[in-house]
Each structure stands twice: as structure tokens, then as C-alpha cells.
């Protein structure tokens, strides 16, 4: 983006009334790593496409367990969504050391929002230039919810951000109706099959650079294993070879 004399700070509006460092947070979003979220009546699924700086690097983790009930991935800047998992983990724990109880998934989402509020209202301050998926779960069920650096936050059936996400939204936006009813199993396929429809030709994807995590009525969040998640892909290759 072009320099401008009204990206200084974040509570200077531009003629046209826009907030230029809140676009470029938004902008470091759509260059991050991808990250899917959906759920069924009794399940909800983080899948991301993880990132390696270089091929001699490991690559770069995006997805968080926040506490039993609730699970986090962000795109964009990874010192700032580590910085909110650190955060959204001690307001967990300190709602269950202070009530004896699991935080509301919306609640905390609710939290986060108002914490990014903060930061597009003093000129000393910049907007977290990371945007955040959240799946958690309370009485009513699953729950998916997207927040973004301006501090909104909304929930979702199936939800993707990230580079290249319009693919995998293509894909949720034509199955997304079919999940009410799935299987742990069955869902977990299409969180793949989203991250699949985005991933570039060049890009290897295997159980280090897919990660997918779950959390359900009997289920506590937990990740997938590697083995797991291989597992997954070869079934999806082999399905796609009888299609052809």
C-alpha cells in the first residue's frame, strides 16, 4: 500500500473517512497462513496450512488450545496471535479459578474484541494485524466465531481467512448446508478437503504442514496427530484417483 499522512496513528480519519492502519491490519490477514473453521451439531474443526520461513525451518505453529472447551488459530502476524493466545488463556483461567466454572465461549470472544477496541482508540496504540478463528463449546453446542483487527467479531457454520481463502470458502459455501448431521470423521474430511482446494500446487501437504485440532459434546479439544492427519490426506488422494 501506498504511504499516506493519515496512516500515522490509528484514530486519524482520512477525507474519505477511512482508518488506513486498521486496512493494513486487515491486509496482513489476507497475506497470512490459511486457516478453516466449521462444525456440525456436535462437533466444531480448526484445520490451517502451516508456513515454514525456509526450507531449513520448522514450520510455524498457528493453532492454540486456549483451555479443555476452546481452541484458537490466527492469520497474519505471529507475535501478535501468540500474544492473544496468551491472553485469552489467563482470562480462561482466571474465569474458572473465580467461578469454578468453563468461561462461555462468547464471552471470552467478546473480550478479545473489546481488548482490539482498545487498540484503534489511542494514537500510542496499533491494531493487532491478526485476525483469529475460534471454535469453543457451552450448553447450546459448537460454536465457530471470527474476529478481525477492527474489533468485530461474528459466528459462523464454516468460515475461512487467510491467503488464497476464497477457494476454501467456495467449497464450505456449496457443502457447508450437508454438516449439521456429520460424523467426527466425516466433518474432519471436509476441514481437510478446504484446506486442499486453497493450498498451491508446489506446496507439500502432509501432517506437519496441516494441522487440524477438535472439540465436541465427547470430545475435549485435542489436535490431531501427524499420523492422523496423513491419514486423512492419503484417503482424500485415493478418493480423488477413483473420481478421475
Known sequence: M??????????????QGRLFQIEYAMEA???????VGLKSNDYAILATLNRAPSKLAEYQQKLYEIDEHIGLCFSGLTADGRLICK?????ALNYKYTHGTNINPQRLVG???????????????RPYGVGCLVIGLDENGPHVYETSPDANF????????????????TYLEKNYETFANLSKDELIIH????????????????GRSVS???????????????????ATLLHLGQAMEVEV
Do not use: M
Open 87 to 91: 491472553y485469552l488463556r489467563t482470562e
Open 154 to 169: 461474528y459466528e459462523y457454520y464454516a468460515v475461512a481467512i487467510g491467503a488464497r481463502c476464497q477457494s476454501a470458502k
Open 2 to 15: 501506498l504511504k499516506s499522512p493519515y496512516d500515522t496513528d490509528c484514530i486519524t480519519w482520512s477525507p
Open 111 to 125: 473480550k478479545l474484541s473489546d481488548k482490539a477496541q482498545i487498540k484503534t482508540q489511542r494514537h500510542s496504540k
Open 212 to 230: 487440524v485440532a477438535i472439540v465436541g459434546r465427547d470430545t475435549p479439544f485435542k489436535f490431531l496427530t501427524s499420523e492422523e492427519v496423513e
Open 29 to 35: 490477514i489476507k497475506q497470512g497462513s490459511l486457516c
Open 191 to 206: 476441514a481437510v478437503k478446504a484446506v486442499k482446494s486453497s493450498a498451491q500446487s508446489d506446496v507439500e501437504l502432509n
